[in-house]
C-alpha cells in the first residue's frame, strides 16, 4: 500500500501539471483585469469575480486531491453508475433548475450555483472509455454503434433541452475519440455532408442545391469513368430531359415550379441513365445516385424541419449562428467589440490594468465566454500567442501521455480530455476573432465560472491519476 | 495490436493546423491591421442608439390624432464620471444634491460601463441649458426621444396608451431595451410593430473631455433608425368627439360600425379619460389615479363589458325563426299581458293583438318572440331540446356573439352565449327545456354581449347577412394592404331572403303608428331602421339599449348604444343613437332640443344624490 503511493507521486506528469497551473494563474490574472475598477481593491474581495474564483481555484486544488486519493480502479469499475446518476442530475435540473440567460441549466443552493452539464462531460468521457475498451469494440458492428450514438446523444439531447446549445454542440468533439479509435472515414464523411447539407440547405435557395448536387454527382461520375464521351451523352440526356418536361409544363401550362420541372427532368433521364448503366455493368452509378437523391430529399426536409418543428427562439439562434439574420446589438456586435479589443492590443498590448476597450463599453460576458478579448488587449499578440501555444502543449502532451498507457481505458479516456479542451480552444477563441460561430462556452481554466472550472480540472487530473497508475493498468 | 496508431498524426496535425491559422489571424488583426488602434489610445467609444420617430395617428379623414414632441434623456456612464461642479449642475436641472448621489449610486450599481438613465425627459429649456456646459460634466450625454402629443381629448380607449417596458419585455422580446417605449393598449399596442419603426446604433469616437470627435470607422457599423409607419384609423374624428360629448355623465359606450367595410366610425366608452393624462413622467402617477376611480374610467366598456342585449335580441330570435321555417311573415301570435305557462308569465306592454312579425318588432311583444323561440327550439324534428338548442346557438354565433370577433383591438371580450353544457350543469341532462331557457328569446337570462359585437349584430342586419370583422385600421403607410382576415365577408346562417322581413319591422319600430316603440328616433329624410332594448340589471336601474343603421336601403353606418342604468331603450339610448346618425349623415344637428335632453342628462350624479336621500 505504502510503496503504491510513494509511486503515483513519483510517476505524475509534472509537465501538465505545470501547464495547467500556468493556465490557471494566465486565467485568473485575466478575470481580475477584466473586472477590475478602483471601487474595489482586495483580491480577496468576494463580492468580486476575482475574489470569487480565487475562492473556486482554492477549491480546485482540494478537488485534486481527492482525484488523486480515489483509487485508479474506481472509474472503469463505476463508470456507468457515475454515466447514469449525471443523466438524473440532467433530467432533473429541466425541472428543478434556475433559468440564468434563457438557459435552464443551474443548480441553485443558497447563493451557490452549479452547471451539472459541465461536469456530465466528465461523466461521458469516463463511460465512452469504458463501453469502447470493455470488450472487443468494433465499429463495423451496428448494435455498438448504436450504443455509442445512444451514449453520446443522451447528453446531447438534455443539454440541448436546457437550451444551453453551446454545451450541447461540445459533445461532438467525441468524434476524434471514435476516429482514432478506428472509426470509419466514411462515417466522418457522412456526418460532415449531413452538416454541410443542413447549413447550406437554409442558406441558399434549394434551386441552386439542385445544380450544385447534381453537378457534384457528375463530377464524381466522370472521376470514376473518364470517358468524354459517357459524360457528354449523361449532360445531353439531362438537359433534353429537361426541356422536354419545361416545354410540356409551358405548352399544357401546368403552372410547375421550375424547381419541380427540373426535378422531374432529373428522375426521367436518371431512369433512362440507370437502363444503359445496367447494360454496361457500371453498378457504382447506383451509387452516386442514391446518394445523389438521399442528399436532395434530405435538403428538403430540412426545411420542413426547420419550419415546423423548430421553436422559434432555436429557428432565431440558429439563424444567428449562420448568420442569416443580423443583429447588430446582438451577437454581431460583441464580435465586433471583441475584434476592435483584441485588435486595439497590438503587438505587445496596454499593458496589465490599462485596457480601455474591455473595461468602458464592453459585452456582458467580459469576465466569462469573452474573457481572450481582455487577454488580447491587454497583453498583445505576444499574450494571445503564448496562450494558444501553452494550449498547444497541453493537447499535444495529452495525446502524448495517451498514446504511451497499456490500458485502453486510459488511452481512450486521455483522447476524451484532449478532444473536449480542443473543441472549447478552437471554438471559444475563434468567435473572439470572428472565425467561428458565436457559440457561449467557456475558454477551459480562463473563464469565470467555478463549474466550468472544476469540471476542467476533475477532467484533467482524472487522466493525470491514470497516467501516474500505467504501470499497474492492463485492461 | 493497435492497427490505427497512425491516426494521431492526424489528430495532431489537425491541432498544430488551426493553431496555425488562430495565430496567423490574430497577427493580421493585432500587428497588421492598425485601423484598430486609433480608436483605442485615449478614445472611447460610445454607442448612440437612433431612436426613430413614432408614427402618427390619422383618423379617417386624415386628420391628425396623435403626434411626437420631443424629450431629452440625460444619460450617464458612472465609469467616465469625474469630479464636477455639483451644485451648478443640481441647478440646472433642477435636482438636490441627495438625489444626485442616489442616482449616481443606482447607475454604479447597474453598471460602471454601460449608460444608464440619469434623468428622464427634460424639458427642451433644461436641456438648452445643460448642452452648453455638457462638456464640463464628463459622463454625461443626452439621448433625444420623443413622446406621444394628443390634438384632442378624445378616443383615450382606442388610440391606447404607450409605456416604458419592464424587464419581463426586455427579457422575452430582445429587440426592447430598458427605458425603450412600447404601445401598451389600444392602437398602440395592436399596431406596435408599424408604429415604432426600427432603432438605428451611430457609433461615436468620443475624446477625454467627452466631446464627439466623428463617427467610429466612417459609419461603417452604424446603421440607421427607421422612422414608425403612419396609420390611419377608421376612426371619425368630429363622430367620436360628438358621441363622447353626448355621453358626458353617463356610463356605457357607443359603438358604430361603415356596415360596407367594417370599419369601426366611432367606439365611445364613458367615463373615458384624457389620452394626454398617460404620458410621459405623469403617466405613473395618473395612471394610478384612474385606476383608483370608483367609475372604472380604465374599463373599456365598449369592448370589454357585457350586457343581456334586451329586446334587440328579438332581431335574432325572428330570424333563427324564419331559417328554421317555424315562422312566417304572417305568423300571427296573440298576447294577453305577456306569455303565460303554468303559474308564471313573461310580462308584456299594452298593444294591438293578434300581431304578425314586422308588428311584432315594432311593438316589441315579449309574447310573440316567446313562441317564436319554443317552436324554435321544441320544433319536432329534433329529438331533444338539447339538439334544437346547439341548433339555435349555431345560428346565434354565426352572427359573432358569444366569440370574440378578432378585431385588431388587443383586450375585447368574447362575451357569453350560454351552451347545454352550462344547463346540463346547473339543471343536470335532461332536465331543462325551452321553458327553463325562455327568457333567452328576449335577450335577457344568461346572455352576455359586448356593445362592438351588438354593434357588429347590427351592421350584419344592415348588411341582409354578413359582415366584416370590425376593425380600426384604414390604412399604414408602410404597407399595401390592412390584414386581409379584414376583407372577407362572413356569412351567418341565416338565407339573406330573409333580412328584409325583420328590416320592414325595424323600419315601423321608428316610422310606424304611435305606439311604436322609438318615434323619438325619427329624422327628417332619413329611414332609420332600429330596435330598442331593455337589460334587466339586477344591481339597479336597467340598461338602456338601441341598435339602428341607416339609410335602409345601402346603409353608412349601424350602431349600437348602451346607457347603464338608463331605463327604457327609447328613453336615453334611442335618442342618443338618433343624434349619432344624424351628425354622421347629415353633419349637423336639427333638433336642437333632443340634443340638449341628451346633453343635460346626469346618470351618474344623479343616481349618486339618490343614494344619498336613501
Not at chain 2, 495532431?12 to 493580421?28: D, G, M
Not at chain 2, 426586455?170 to 431595451?177: I, S
Request: charged share 15%; with cysteine.
Amino acid at each position: 500500500m505504502n510503496k503504491r503511493k510513494t509511486n503515483i507521486w513519483n510517476n505524475i506528469d509534472w509537465i501538465t501539471v505545470l501547464l495547467y497551473i500556468t493556465l490557471i494563474i494566465f486565467g485568473w490574472l485575466s478575470i481580475y483585469s477584466a473586472v477590475y475598477n478602483d471601487g474595489h481593491q482586495s483580491i480577496f474581495d468576494i463580492t468580486q469575480r476575482y475574489g470569487k474564483q480565487l475562492l473556486w481555484i482554492s477549491a480546485s486544488f482540494i478537488l485534486i486531491l481527492i482525484v488523486f486519493l480515489i483509487d485508479v480502479k474506481f472509474y472503469s469499475l463505476f463508470a456507468y453508475f457515475i454515466y447514469i446518476a449525471t443523466i438524473l442530475l440532467l433530467i432533473s435540473v429541466l425541472f428543478l433548475g434556475k433559468e440564468v440567460h434563457g438557459a435552464r441549466s443551474w443548480f441553485e443552493i443558497g447563493n451557490f450555483r452549479v452547471q451539472p452539464s459541465e461536469f456530465a462531460k466528465v461523466a461521458t468521457s469516463i463511460v465512452l472509455a469504458k463501453y469502447m475498451s470493455s470488450y472487443n469494440q468494433k465499429f463495423k458492428k451496428f448494435k455498438n454503434l448504436f450504443t455509442l450514438a445512444i451514449i453520446i446523444l443522451t447528453p446531447v439531447v438534455l443539454i440541448f433541452l436546457q437550451n444551453d446549445t453551446g454545451s450541447a454542440l461540445v459533445y461532438f468533439a467525441f468524434i476524434l475519440v471514435l476516429y482514432r479509435e478506428g472509426l470509419s472515414i466514411n462515417y466522418i464523411f457522412i456526418g460532415i455532408l449531413i452538416a454541410v447539407l443542413f447549413i447550406v440547405s437554409l442558406l441558399v435557395d434549394k434551386l441552386i442545391i439542385l445544380f450544385s448536387i447534381e453537378i457534384i454527382a457528375i463530377i464524381i461520375f466522370a472521376f470514376r469513368n473518364k470517358k468524354i464521351k459517357n459524360i457528354i451523352i449523361t449532360l445531353i440526356t439531362i438537359s433534353s430531359a429537361t426541356f422536354v418536361v419545361w416545354g410540356i409544363n409551358k405548352i399544357f401550362s401546368f403552372n410547375l415550379s421550375f424547381y419541380i420541372v427540373n426535378l422531374i427532368g432529373l428522375t426521367l433521364s436518371t431512369i433512362i441513365l440507370s437502363i444503359f448503366a445496367y447494360w454496361n455493368k457500371m453498378n457504382y452509378i447506383f451509387i452516386i445516385l442514391g446518394i445523389l437523391y438521399s442528399s436532395i430529399l434530405f435538403t428538403n426536409s430540412v426545411g420542413y424541419f426547420f419550419n415546423n418543428i423548430l421553436e422559434p427562439h432555436q429557428q432565431t439562434r440558429i439563424n444567428i449562428l449562420l448568420g442569416i439574420k443580423k443583429d447588430p446589438l446582438g451577437t454581431g456586435y460583441n464580435v465586433n467589440q471583441s475584434k476592435i479589443a483584441i485588435g486595439s492590443g497590438g503587438f505587445s498590448g496596454k499593458g496589465f490594468l490599462q485596457g480601455t476597450q474591455t473595461k468602458f463599453n464592453f459585452v456582458p460576458e467580459q469576465s466569462t465566454d469573452f474573457i481572450f478579448c481582455t487577454i488580447g488587449e491587454e497583453s498583445g499578440f505576444i499574450g494571445t500567442s503564448i496562450v494558444i501555444l501553452l494550449f498547444v502543449s497541453l493537447l499535444m502532451r495529452i495525446i502524448y501521455l495517451a498514446e504511451r498507457q497499456r490500458s485502453k481505458f486510459s488511452r481512450i479516456y486521455g483522447y476524451c480530455v484532449a478532444s473536449i479542451i480542443f473543441f472549447h480552444f478552437v471554438i471559444n477563441i475563434g468567435m473572439t476573432i470572428g472565425i467561428t460561430p458565436v457559440i457561449g462556452i467557456p475558454l477551459p481554466f480562463f473563464s469565470y465560472g467555478g463549474s466550468s472550472l472544476w469540471a476542467f480540472t476533475i477532467l484533467l487530473f482524472i487522466f493525470i491519476r491514470l497516467d501516474a497508475s500505467r504501470l499497474d493498468l492492463f485492461a | 495490436m493497435d492497427i490505427f496508431k497512425q491516426r494521431k498524426y492526424f489528430i495532431q496535425i489537425i491541432i498544430i493546423l488551426i493553431s496555425i491559422i488562430y495565430i496567423i489571424r490574430l497577427f493580421a488583426l493585432q500587428v497588421v491591421d492598425t485601423s484598430y488602434k486609433i480608436s483605442a489610445s485615449n478614445n472611447v467609444l460610445r454607442h448612440i442608439t437612433q431612436y426613430p420617430a413614432r408614427g402618427l395617428v390619422y383618423d379617417r379623414n386624415e386628420e391628425l390624432l396623435v403626434y411626437n414632441q420631443a424629450a431629452y434623456d440625460l444619460m450617464i456612464v458612472p465609469r467616465q464620471l469625474e469630479a464636477f461642479d455639483t451644485t451648478d449642475f443640481c441647478n440646472i436641472i433642477n435636482i438636490s444634491k441627495q438625489q444626485l448621489i442616489k442616482e449616481i449610486n443606482k447607475a454604479k450599481k447597474y453598471s460602471y460601463f454601460k449608460p444608464s438613465l440619469f434623468l428622464k425627459q427634460m424639458s427642451s429649456v433644461t436641456y438648452a441649458k445643460l448642452q452648453e456646459k455638457l462638456y464640463k460634466y464628463k459622463g454625461f450625454f443626452v439621448q433625444t426621444r420623443t413622446l406621444r402629443k394628443y390634438t384632442q381629448k378624445i378616443a383615450a380607449h382606442a388610440l391606447g396608451y404607450v409605456g416604458e417596458v419592464d424587464e419581463e419585455i426586455t427579457k422575452k422580446k430582445p429587440y426592447y431595451k430598458l427605458g425603450d417605449y412600447m404601445g401598451i393598449s389600444g392602437i398602440e399596442k395592436s399596431y406596435e410593430k408599424e408604429l415604432r419603426g426600427k432603432k438605428g446604433v451611430q457609433i461615436y469616437l468620443v475624446d477625454v473631455h467627452n466631446r464627439i470627435k466623428g463617427n467610429y470607422k466612417k459609419g461603417k457599423y452604424d446603421t440607421n433608425a427607421v422612422a414608425g409607419a403612419n396609420i390611419t384609423t377608421t376612426l371619425d374624428a368630429n363622430l367620436q368627439e360628438y358621441g363622447e360629448k353626448l355621453m358626458q355623465n353617463k356610463k356605457g359606450s357607443i359603438v358604430a360600425i361603415e356596415p360596407s367595410t367594417g370599419e369601426i366610425l366611432t367606439m365611445v366608452t364613458s367615463p373615458s379619460y384624457n389620452p394626454a393624462l398617460l404620458v410621459g413622467r405623469i403617466r405613473t402617477k395618473n395612471y394610478l389615479n384612474l385606476l383608483k376611480d370608483t367609475l372604472k374610467p380604465l374599463f373599456n366598456r365598449a369592448v370589454m363589458a357585457k350586457y343581456p342585449p334586451g329586446s334587440t335580441f328579438k332581431i335574432i330570435t325572428a330570424l333563427v325563426g324564419l331559417q328554421e321555417k317555424v315562422l312566417y311573415k304572417n305568423t300571427l301570435y296573440s298576447c294577453h299581458g305577456g306569455y303565460h305557462y303554468g303559474r308564471q308569465i313573461v310580462g308584456c306592454h299594452n298593444h294591438p293583438s293578434p300581431l304578425d312579425l314586422t308588428h311584432a318588432i315594432q311593438y316589441s311583444c315579449n309574447a310573440y318572440f316567446c313562441n317564436v323561440y319554443r317552436s324554435i327550439i321544441d320544433n319536432p324534428e329534433f329529438t331533444s331540446a338539447d339538439e334544437g338548442f346547439k341548433v339555435w346557438r349555431d345560428y346565434v354565433t354565426s352572427f359573432g356573439l358569444g366569440n370574440k370577433l378578432g378585431t385588431d383591438f388587443a383586450n375585447e371580450l368574447s362575451g357569453n352565449i350560454p351552451t347545454t353544457k352550462y344547463y346540463d350543469k346547473y339543471y343536470g341532462h335532461g332536465h331543462w327545456s325551452s321553458l327553463t331557457t325562455l327568457s333567452l328569446s328576449i335577450g335577457q337570462g344568461e346572455l352576455g354581449i359586448t356593445p362592438l359585437q351588438l354593434a357588429n349584430m347590427t351592421s350584419t342586419v344592415a348588411n341582409r347577412g354578413f359582415y366584416y370583422t370590425p376593425h380600426l385600421i384604414k390604412k399604414i403607410s408602410s404597407k399595401k394592404n390592412i390584414d386581409e382576415k379584414f376583407l372577407v365577408q362572413r356569412y351567418t346562417k341565416i338565407d339573406s331572403s330573409y333580412f328584409p322581413i325583420v328590416i320592414d319591422g325595424m323600419e315601423k319600430v321608428i316610422n310606424g303608428e304611435a305606439g311604436s316603440t322609438a318615434r323619438i328616433a325619427k329624422i327628417k329624410d332619413i329611414i332609420v331602421c332600429g330596435k330598442t332594448g331593455t337589460a334587466q340589471n339586477p344591481h339597479g336601474d336597467n340598461h338602456s339599449i338601441f341598435i339602428a343603421f341607416a339609410p335602409k336601403d345601402n346603409p353608412k353606418i349601424a350602431i349600437a348604444v348602451f346607457i347603464e342604468n338608463g331605463g327604457y331603450g327609447a328613453r336615453w339610448a334611442a335618442p342618443t343613437a338618433s343624434l349619432m346618425i344624424e351628425k354622421y349623415l347629415k353633419k349637423n344637428i336639427s333638433r336642437k332640443w333632443l340634443e340638449n335632453y341628451i346633453l343635460n342628462c346626469d346618470l351618474i350624479n344623479e343616481q349618486t344624490q339618490d343614494k344619498h336621500m336613501e
